[in-house]
């Protein structure tokens, strides 16, 4: 009998063991495994967007400034004459300080010419050669001709610079007849765009390549032109395949083949027509996680051997000691799990929101670092956190996340999760940026509600990403908004504003001969116009008011005034300052036509408003320029 006991009791207390132990080490494995993905696709998704705005800036300005060059009435004019000027070393030279002046102001490794007649090379040093299209070297300049596009790229040795592999920018430069009479355009050196990739390989840990949609690596960090097909590795024979089977440029994949583990995001570069591949590899880390589950198995066995013999004995001398000694080792398993899981997180608290109490010594340990008694309220927790940490700003949506009562609607909505970004003060009254993730659960031994807070430090890639963001909302050459940005802005504060506030209106604004100063000036002076003009009607408005770039030489800027009289005032002053602004001494002096639309009278959406302002404007240019037309009104300033 006491056998059979013994025994049935070694049986009960070794299945729970192990399933216990079984059940935990599963879901901890299956929740590193999703903290690890999660970690990992965040982070690649990350450096991938950074490196986007990075190359595409590259590429998209090269391939700006060579289309400016390519429509330059100077080089089709040069391209026309050229033949009569052959032997006029005063001809060359103007060509010559032409392409030195764009390599100066853009720091280019080249810029070059090409004559479709004479085959003549001009670069910033000069005539470099003359083009022989039997070459092979030499192909890409007639197919170019041939194929018609406007713009292409290619990658290949600089003989001006010392046969350094380069990007090249080929522009087509096309007479009136729309012929094509010459190749203009600009290079960079390779090492440019790979010291980038290197920088984000380093600061993210991971691997990333430009190719092409066949496979072929163009650029990587390790080497250039070496035609490497990727797709013919193990590890991204999975890019092709989501590629074909989503048929999509962009596409995001866990992969696993020959041992290797890993998540790559791959996007496409309209600018240079090439695939960016982001590969985070997680194989080693995916290895300890799975080193740490089988040790934990093993572990789980021997220990559930020694319990056998321990309980057995004490079932002999010690019956009434059963319960103790278990609770005892739970209690142990609880620590080490708990020491595990704070090895991911800055703190985890519990609370019971049912009872209002702490559970846990880890959460009673964090009161105390508030300077509040062990048996304080989850809301007076929260109350002290709000009053002496989180930023005002984010005050509201922090208690709107985590107050008992979103808490319940969370839990009757099966909702289990909560989650907010926040800026933290610290000891040092310096905000950081953290996010706190509850976990809400229903605790099934007295029905009672749950909340187990985790708090991350995400101040390193919150900055990364809010930097980000502002720079693509930002025009490179005026730092004002682009045009995306002011038409989603002006939008949102056409929704958002109060008639009552006073009277919205938009102004837009575009230079007075602009074309006739960049030809005359040169298109690095037009650049500074350009500036010059953003700074001052950029001076001229509230820090409230939205001021935009969204063309050339076209701005546009919504204001809040008054009354008619007090728009119509400030309308005669921009012109005004704008007159007694000049460019380049005396003898240039800036003017502006301006449109003017007023909210909601001549419109309701940014659309409405863009056109009517445009009409505006037009009519402006016809009443001799330098000065302003409101929308229906038959008098000009």
């Known amino acids: 009998m006491h056998k059979n006991y013994a025994f049935r009791t070694n049986f009960f207390i070794c299945l729970i063991i192990v399933i216990g132990f079984s059940v935990t080490s599963v879901i901890s494995y299956r929740s590193n495994m999703d903290t690890l993905k999660k970690e990992a696709e965040s982070v690649t998704r990350l450096a991938s967007e950074g490196m986007m705005y990075q190359i595409d800036a590259i590429f998209a300005q ?42 100066k102001k853009y720091n280019y490794d080249s810029v070059f010419l090409v004559s479709a007649q004479t085959d003549r090379y001009y670069n910033f040093a000069g005539v470099d050669r003359i083009i022989d299209h039997t070459l092979p070297a030499n192909k890409w300049a007639r197919e170019f001709i041939l194929s018609n596009r406007e713009f292409s790229l290619n990658i290949d040795n600089d003989k001006a610079a010392h046969d350094t592999i380069t990007v090249f920018v080929n522009c087509s430069v096309r007479n009136r007849d729309n012929e094509t009479v010459g190749i ?10 790979q010291a980038m990739l290197t920088k984000y390989e380093q600061q993210f840990a991971v691997q990333t390549y430009l190719m092409d949609e066949g496979g072929t690596v163009q650029i990587s960090s390790a080497g250039h032109g070496a035609k490497s097909d990727a797709f013919a590795q193990q590890t991204f024979a999975a890019v092709k395949n989501s590629l074909k089977k989503n048929n999509s440029d962009n596409s995001d994949i866990w992969y696993s083949s020959n041992g290797a583990d890993g998540y790559a995001v791959i996007r496409h570069l309209p600018a240079p027509n090439m695939y960016l591949v982001t590969d985070k590899n997680t194989s080693e880390i995916i290895k ?43 209690l142990k398993y609880h620590t080490i799990l708990q020491n595990a899981t704070s090895q991911i997180y800055d703190s985890i608290i519990e609370f019971d929101i049912t009872n209002n109490i702490a559970c846990g010594e880890g959460t009673k340990k964090f009161l105390q670092q508030l300077n509040l008694k062990p048996g304080t309220s989850y809301s007076a927790m929260l109350q002290t956190i709000v009053s002496k940490h989180i930023h005002p700003d984010h005050a509201a949506q922090f208690m709107a996340t985590f107050s008992p009562d979103a808490v319940r609607t969370a839990l009757e909505e099966n909702r289990n999760k909560l989650s907010c970004d926040f800026l933290y003060a610290t000891h040092k009254n310096n905000y950081v940026w953290y996010r706190e993730t ?152 800036l003017a502006a036509s301006m449109g003017v639309v007023v909210f909601p009278r001549h419109g309701k959406t940014f659309g409405d408003l863009y056109a009517k302002a445009d009409a505006a404007l037009y009519r402006a240019k016809q009443n001799g320029k330098n000065t302003f037309v409101i929308f229906d009104s038959t008098r000009a300033a």
């Open 438 to 589: 509850g976990y809400v659960l229903r605790w099934a031994e007295n029905d009672s509600i749950h909340i187990v807070i985790c708090r991350q430090n995400i101040d390193k890639e919150k900055k990364l990403e809010l930097s980000l963001q502002e720079m693509a909302q930002k025009d490179g050459l005026t730092g004002l908004y682009n045009k995306m940005t002011t038409h989603d802005l002006i939008e949102k504060r056409l929704a958002e504003h109060e008639c009552d506030r006073g009277l919205l209106a938009m102004i837009m604004l575009d230079i007075d001969n602009f074309k006739e100063l960049n030809d005359s000036l040169g298109h690095v002076a037009g650049d500074r116009i350009i500036q010059e003009f953003a700074q001052n009607i950029r001076a001229g408005f509230a820090q409230d008011d939205l001021v935009g770039r969204v063309g050339g030489d076209e701005f546009v800027v919504l204001t809040l005034q008054q009354d008619d009289a007090a728009l119509r005032q400030k309308a005669e002053e921009l012109c005004r300052s704008i007159r007694n602004t000049s460019f380049g001494g005396e003898a240039h002096h």
């Open 184 to 193: 203009v355009g600009v290079g960079f050196r390779v090492n440019t765009v």
């Open 288 to 330: 300890q996680i799975r080193t740490k589950y089988y040790t934990g198995a093993v572990i789980v066995f021997f220990t559930t051997l020694i319990v056998i013999i321990i309980v057995t004995t004490i079932i002999r001398r010690y019956k009434n000691k059963i319960v103790s000694i278990t609770i005892s080792e739970e």
């Open 62 to 103: 090269s391939i700006h400034v060579s289309q400016t060059m390519a429509h330059d009435s100077f080089l089709i004019n040069f391209l026309s004459q050229e033949k009569e000027n052959l032997k006029n070393p005063a001809y060359t030279q103007n060509i010559k300080e032409y392409l030195s002046a764009y390599k």
